[in-house]
Each structure stands twice: as C-alpha cells, then as structure tokens.
T-cell receptor, first 118, second 113 residues
Framework: GAVVSQHPSRVICKSGTSVKIECRSL??????MFWYRQFPKQSLMLMAT?????????EQGVEKDKFLINHASLTLSTLTVTSAHPEDSSFYIC??????????????FGQGTRLTVV | GENVEQHPSTLSVQEGDSAVIKCTYS??????FPWYKQELGKRPQLIID?????GEKKDQRIAVTLNKTAKHFSLHITETQPEDSAVYFC????????????FGTGTRLLVSP
C-alpha cells in the first residue's frame, strides 16, 4: 500500500505555545487529506478535510483558528495547534487519499502524533 | 450527516473461535465500507473493505457482509489467533464530495490462547 508519513510521532510542549504536525504522502499524490483526533480508547473523530490549494473544511465544533490546516502541495498537509492547552493533549492522525476521485479509494494513515501539553 | 454505530465495544474469544463485529450506518448514500485494525499507539491499517454493489467479500480468515436495505455490515474473523487482538473500527463514506470516512466507536478484540 501507499505510504503516509507523519511527523513528529511525539511532542511535548508548554501551555500557550504552538505545535506543527506534518503529514506527507511519500509515493502518491494526495488529492485529499484528513485530520483526526483520537482520545484514549475512543474512536477517530474527523476534525477537518483539506484539498490541495484550497481552504480546509472543518467539522462542526472544531475551532478553525485553533487548528490551522495548510495543504500546500499534493504531498504535504500540516496541522498547527495554536496556543495549546492541556485539553488539547491527544493523539492526532492524518490520512490521505489519492487517485481518481470518481472512485472511492482507500485512505492511508500516518503513524499519528501524540501531543502532550504541560 | 452520517452516523456509524458499532457493537460490541469489547469482545473476548478463545483462540480458534470466530469473532463477529457489527456496524450500522444512517446515510443511505454511503457506499464504501472499510474495516480497520489498530494496535495500541499505532496507525489504523485497512484489513478489508466492501462497496455497496457487493453483498459479501472474503479474504482468507476475514470476511465482510453488507446488507444495504438494513444499512448494516459485519466483520467476520474465523480461526482467531492471539495476534488478531486489537481494536477494530468500521467506517462508512460516500463516493461523492470529500469521501470522508465516518468511523464507528471501535471494538476491542481479545483472543486468548
């Protein structure tokens, strides 16, 4: 399958600082990238969807000014958690889809980023 | 929007037994239904998927069935092994728009030797 690389895998930051998480598709062009948040022992909650070159579409209840998403190229999307607080601590995972958008295709996941805000 | 429910939340079986996980969805326009396996602290891995033009799909010990009329689909694992222990998520999406996946709540499967 295709490879999606997410970096960093773990990050600890101080409350009030910002953290950037990168998601790269290594061997395919990702027409769409998705960002999820996962709390311990819970499901993946979609935060936002991004298409290359356009603004991200956020799910209801997700603060777009707090979770900045940039999809600058067909292989890179970034999620920036701004002014992080302890309640933002979570596991963040990206996924990417490529290929023909006329056909629903498999989504490939990054390895996730465990963010801890202290 | 789409809502996916998954049962059971935990499932314990003995090695060699079968395991069945069930999901229901609400959006009749959904037509792609993947199943993911996630081990602790790792990324979800696709194990099998099915599209709405198919009622059943099998891959070795894993099979998925889909009932579009009732809007439910199930994962069947036969001859379970300890390495099957993980959290399993079902998901659903449309093939239009962003094709975003909506996940079920997950099932923690424990296979005891």
């Amino acid at each position: 399958g295709a490879v999606v690389s997410q970096h960093p895998s773990r990050v600890i930051c101080k409350s009030g600082t910002s953290v950037k998480i990168e998601c790269r598709s290594l061997d395919f062009q990702a027409t769409t990238m998705f960002w999820y948040r996962q709390f311990p022992k819970q499901s993946l909650m979609l935060m936002a969807t991004s298409n290359e070159g356009s603004k991200a579409t956020y799910e209801q209840g997700v603060e777009k000014d707090k979770f900045l998403i940039n999809h600058a190229s067909l292989t890179l999307s970034t999620l920036t958690v701004t002014s992080a607080h302890p309640e933002d601590s979570s596991f963040y995972i990206c996924s990417a889809k490529g290929g023909d958008r006329a056909r629903n295709t498999e989504a490939f996941f990054g390895q996730g980023t465990r963010l801890t805000v202290v | 929007g789409e809502n996916v429910e998954q049962h059971p939340s935990t499932l314990s079986v003995q090695e060699g037994d079968s395991a069945v996980i069930k999901c229901t969805y609400s959006d009749s326009a959904s037509n792609y239904f993947p199943w993911y396996k996630q081990e602790l602290g790792k990324r979800p891995q696709l194990i099998i998927d099915i599209r709405s033009n198919v009622g059943e799909k099998k891959d070795q010990r894993i099979a998925v069935t889909l009932n579009k009329t009732a809007k439910h689909f199930s994962l069947h694992i036969t001859e379970t092994q300890p390495e099957d222990s993980a959290v399993y998520f079902c998901a659903a999406s449309r093939d239009t728009g962003f094709q975003k996946l909506v996940f079920g709540t997950g099932t923690r499967l424990l296979v005891s030797p």
